[in-house]
C-alpha cells in the first residue's frame, strides 16, 4: 500500500471517526506551513474521549506502518498534540478546543472534504 500524505490523513479520520471524535476538521496547510501537509483538529467530551481518540489514532496510524514522531499532551488530557510527520493532529477536551480556536488561527488553509472509508 502507498504510503503518502493522503492515505496518511484518511488512516487519522477513520480513527477518530471509529471513537466518535466530535467536529472532525481536516485543513490543507501545505502551502501554509513547512512543517505539515495536513492539520486534523477534533475534540471530545471528556478526557477519556480524549485519550481514546488518541490512543486509536496512534495504533491505527502504527498498523498501516505509518510513524509516530511524537506525543505531546498525553498525561493532562486536555489539548494532545500528535505529529505524525505530514499529518498533525490536535485532539482537544471541548472546552479547550474553543479558547484555542485553531480553526480562525489557521483560517487561510483550505478546508479538506472528508469521506469515510469505514
Not at 476538521?25 to 483538529?41: G, H, M, N
Not at 499529518?87 to 487561510?108: C, G, P, Q, T
Request: aromatic content about 8%; glycine content about 4%; hydrophobic content about 45%.
Amino acid at each position: 500500500m502507498e504510503h503518502t500524505s493522503k492515505k496518511l490523513l484518511q488512516v487519522v479520520l477513520d480513527a477518530c471517526e471509529d471513537k466518535l471524535a466530535q467536529e472532525v476538521v481536516a485543513l490543507d496547510v501545505a502551502s501554509l506551513t513547512p512543517v505539515a501537509e495536513y492539520f486534523v483538529i477534533t475534540h471530545g467530551k471528556n478526557e477519556k474521549q480524549v485519550q481514546a481518540i488518541v490512543d486509536a489514532v496512534e495504533e491505527a496510524v502504527e498498523k498501516e506502518g505509518f510513524e509516530v514522531r511524537s506525543i505531546e499532551g498525553k498525561d493532562g488530557g486536555k489539548w494532545i498534540l500528535m505529529d505524525l510527520n505530514d499529518v498533525i493532529v490536535h485532539v482537544f477536551y471541548y472546552a479547550d478546543r474553543e479558547f484555542y480556536n485553531l480553526e480562525k488561527l489557521w483560517s487561510d488553509a483550505p478546508i479538506v472534504n472528508i469521506v469515510s472509508e469505514n
